[in-house]
């Protein structure tokens, strides 16, 4: 066996954008050209800057086909579709010849901005905000290639040339595709300026009819996530995980697996076994024989009622650490006229993408071990996957596919079933390459959930109704602590348990926001909007308490302690206009709203709901949202809505439940998303923007959970303070 | 055991375990990877499938039961250079986003349009929701439902 080390060397900075500056390289590739850039060696981290064999940013070949290498991870929140935009746009290139492809290997060029630059990577929403200079910087820079290899083929000045939908056009010298002049332009010099468009002359960023480049591939089936990898003698493996987490594998019996047709062996992992079959069902039928035993000496062994258990005692003690301190805001309650308190408690959710973890684990001829996958975090994953090859980063290469879904889940410190597939190749020898395909089990119980949480709040209303302090108390696991993005970590905050509670919009005079870290065993994560899951909904649904105790309307209660946030303000306005906020509902049916801010978007929602006994239906949601510049105003409709399903699925009926220390969810029966008949209708308002444009793959999440709560309250009398909403209306 | 069925018009013959599902069968037997796993118990409808014309879960049809069947997977629903009214309407709806189920939920709308040329909202949610959608496309699913049904009927 082989240990993976405790901790990598891998630490990310703090999350602060930052803008490099670039140098522009350019290279020839077979019958066209590619352009990326060197970052300027002086801001450089040369560490990290290692020389990469593996792409640029925009390659054209002589066929046509102008390709995006994107350094963005594409799981369905249309990341791809963003930087294809910006790409096409700058360039003038047609739509229909873009395609786009994912890039790893050298974070000198893939470097996510919004961290610092210094690794590759998708989260936080931050995709957008991380290629809007640098994608479209790389567009225009092909173009001016391309223009100035016109230029010298027909020898006309290169101003005399114009570039639209695909084609270089003189009025004289007559007209090229660009495929034409892709090889003349790989040897044209490097642009030393390069002019962006101003946004009035934009076509493609801002155009709410552009369509998504790869509508068609994922309606006729031809789409290839990871599950559809196809290499000649591939095999595939379905996993045993040990039944509690922090086990290890004791011993096994797999002899009578071996024995069965098409089983091909069953080999440890560090992780668990892995069940080699020729194909999926042999794998899962060898996995029925298989028996172990487990060395649960370090297991976890509580269950989540246990857990949450030890999160309500917490909650009454003070805070470990402190996220937030403004004035003395236990002074200001004690003295308050009128004192609201409330506590709050959320449960672990699973991710449950439909498309169950898997990674495709093969060595070339050459020794480099290739591995395809949806590698979100892809220079860790790479690190990690030579470690287990025992072999140099350099000696790796990954292929990024686009996922069946993700929310989080494809981007953890240990590259989980990136390890699997590289040591069940290793463990065969390497004679084939091999597919580690989870099974709905495997992903249900596979770990890395949203942490279950405890909050506590309590605030001070003076006699005319002004809040006069605020503390909140926060209970749960940390996501980052004890792996490679430990560093984001300061004085004990763990700054994703309180991102949407530490920093609010509102004007609150005296306030305190602790954390109490606990230690739990069962593995969490980041899951779509990751702190604002839970923060929002504590939040804006005590607020809604806050505005009911001063006698005033929730909206306007907000809107008098939104005078420095003006973005907050306008969603806010804009959500409630068009909802008819003050105006009497349809009958039978009450409203509620909600506000977050996540990832620097803005989100505003009104819910319009009625209840009927126990069964709450949420009939129409209206979201006003602003996310700076709208590239793709179709897509951040799409993400709205679907963030929306997301997070009304989670409230009303998602938890994931461990009974000693075990994962009592296996499939979609017991743990059950948001499916259609629950869907509400859904309006999305996009607020005109000049300001750079940020994520909506996760703002659109948390305001759905307070805004339906805060209409359950208008309909029942009740308060929801524990998730999800229907086990506590059952209560 | 040999299995003898056709699948997208063609005879096919092949020989798998005889308690393979269907779902493996198409994707690891066949090639034919328009077809999702997604749970294995019939609870998403990924990997939903014509049989004899009507929508089945390839995973709770055995190999068995295959003989002489007629299959029809979302690789043969439509052609590229003509698409099935349900494969135009999701385009013009824009309704993917990663794009996993989708295979599924267009063979079971392209089956629901086949019984009931003018669904309501209420028909559409009956039918569709045995297929999850984790990103939540449902809302563009009811509106490309009611556009390929006009575009059947026209």
């Given amino acids: ?731 | 055991m040999k299995a003898k069925f056709t699948v997208n018009g063609a005879g096919r013959e092949i020989d798998v375990p005889e308690d393979m599902p269907l779902l493996w069968v198409l994707r690891d037997g066949l090639g034919l990877m328009g077809t999702k796993y997604g749970c294995g118990i019939a609870q998403c409808g990924a990997c939903t499938v014509h049989m004899d014309g009507i929508a089945v879960r390839a995973c709770q049809v055995e190999a068995r039961e295959l003989n002489g069947v007629e299959i029809t997977t979302i690789e043969g629903l439509g052609t590229p250079d003509s698409l099935h009214p349900v494969q135009e309407a999701w385009i013009e709806r824009q309704v993917a986003q990663c794009g996993y189920c989708q295979s599924g939920q267009i063979m079971q709308a392209a089956s629901l349009l086949a019984m009931n040329s003018d669904p309501s909202d209420e028909d559409i949610d009956a039918v569709m929701s045995g297929n999850l959608c984790r990103c939540g496309t449902y809302p563009r699913i009811r509106e490309a439902v009611h556009a390929a049904a006009e575009k059947m009927r026209s």
């Fill in chain 1, 1 to 731: 066996m082989f240990a993976l080390p405790g901790k990598l060397n891998f630490v990310l900075p703090a999350i602060k954008p930052t803008r490099r500056g670039f140098l522009l390289g350019a290279a020839a590739v077979a019958g066209g050209f590619s352009v990326g850039f060197r970052p300027d060696p002086a801001s450089a981290q040369s560490a990290d800057a290692q020389a990469s064999p593996f792409g640029a940013y925009v390659t054209i070949t002589g066929d046509d086909q102008v390709t995006v290498i994107s350094s963005q991870f594409d799981m369905g929140q249309g990341s791809y579709n963003g930087l294809a935009t910006l790409v096409a746009e700058e360039l003038g290139a047609r739509w229909d010849q873009i395609d786009v492809v994912g890039g790893a290997g050298n974070p000198a060029l893939y470097g996510n901005l919004a961290w610092g630059g210094a690794a590759q990577g998708s989260g936080g929403s931050t995709s957008m905000f991380s290629s809007w200079d640098r994608y479209r910087t790389a567009g225009a820079a092909a173009r001016l290639m391309l223009v100035a290899a016109a230029a010298e083929a027909w020898d006309v000045p290169a101003e005399e040339i114009t570039v639209a939908d695909g084609m270089l056009s003189h009025a004289t010298a007559g007209a090229a595709r660009f495929g034409e002049m892709a090889a003349r332009a790989a040897e044209m010099p490097i642009p030393s300026e390069i002019a962006l468009k101003e946004p009035g002359e934009w076509t493609m960023i801002g155009n709410p009819d552009l369509r998504r480049y790869d509508s068609a591939a994922k309606t006729n089936g031809t789409h290839d996530f990871t599950i559809d990898v196809k290499l000649p003698g591939m095999l595939t493996a379905v996993m045993i995980h040990p039944p509690k987490f922090g086990a290890t594998v004791k011993s096994f019996d797999a002899e009578a697996a071996k024995a069965m047709p098409g089983v091909v062996d069953v080999v440890e992992t560090p992780r668990g076994l892995a069940v080699i079959g020729e194909h999926m069902w042999a794998a899962m039928k060898g996995r029925e024989a298989v028996t172990a035993d487990w060395d649960e000496s370090a297991a976890e062994t509580r269950g989540s009622e246990e857990i949450l258990a030890e999160y309500r005692a917490l909650i009454a003690e003070p805070p470990a650490a402190i996220a937030r301190q403004e004035g003395d805001s236990a002074g200001a309650i004690a003295g308050a006229a009128k004192v609201i308190a409330a506590e709050y408690e959320f449960p672990y959710l699973a991710h449950a993408a439909l498309e169950p973890l898997n990674a495709v684990a093969r060595m070339g001829e050459d020794g480099v071990v290739e591995v395809w996958g949806g590698h979100q975090v892809p220079d860790l994953y790479q690190f990690i996957a030579s470690q287990v090859a025992e072999t140099t980063p350099d000696k790796v290469r990954l292929h990024v596919m686009k996922t069946g879904g993700g929310f989080g889940r494809r981007a953890v410190a240990d590259a989980d079933i990136v390890v699997e597939a590289v040591a069940a190749a290793r463990a065969i020898g390497w004679r084939a390459p091999v597919k580690v395909q989870w099974t709905r089990d495997n992903d249900m119980r596979g770990g890395r959930y949203r942490p279950a949480y405890a909050h506590a709040i309590r605030a001070g209303l003076d006699d005319a109704g002004n809040i006069t302090g605020w503390e909140h108390h926060i209970v749960g696991q940390s996501i980052v602590a004890g792996g490679p993005f430990e560093g984001l970590i300061q004085n004990g905050v763990d700054p994703t348990s309180v991102e949407g509670a530490s920093h609010l919009p509102y004007a609150l005079p005296n306030q305190t926001v602790g954390l109490t870290t606990a230690n739990v065993g069962v593995p969490v994560l980041w899951w779509r909007s990751v702190g604002s899951t839970h923060t929002a909904f504590a939040v804006e649904t005590f607020l809604d308490e806050l505005a009911e105790a001063a006698g005033k309307d929730p909206l306007e209660f907000r809107l008098a302690l939104l005078g420095n946030a003006p973005r907050h303000a306008a969603v806010l306005r804009l959500a409630a206009e068009k909802a008819g906020w003050g105006t009497p509902p349809p009958e039978g049916r009450v409203r509620g709203l909600a506000l977050a801010e996540s990832f620097s978007s803005y989100v505003a929602q009104v819910a319009e709901i009625s209840v009927d006994g126990g069964n709450v239906r949420v009939h129409k949601v209206v979201c006003a949202v602003d996310c700076g510049i709208a590239v793709n105003p179709d897509n951040i409709r799409a993400q709205m809505e679907g963030g929306i399903g997301f997070g009304l699925g989670a409230i009303m009926a998602e938890e994931l439940t461990l009974v000693g220390g075990e994962v009592q969810d296996t499939n979609y029966d017991t743990y059950t998303p948001l499916r259609i008949d629950a869907m509400p209708e859904i309006e999305v308002h996009i607020v005109a923007s000049g300001e750079p444009p940020t994520g909506v793959g996760e703002p659109g999440v948390p305001p759905i959970g307070p805004a339906v709560a805060n209409a359950i309250y208008a309909a029942t009398g009740k308060r929801v303070r524990r998730l999800p909403i229907e086990k506590a209306l059952r209560a």
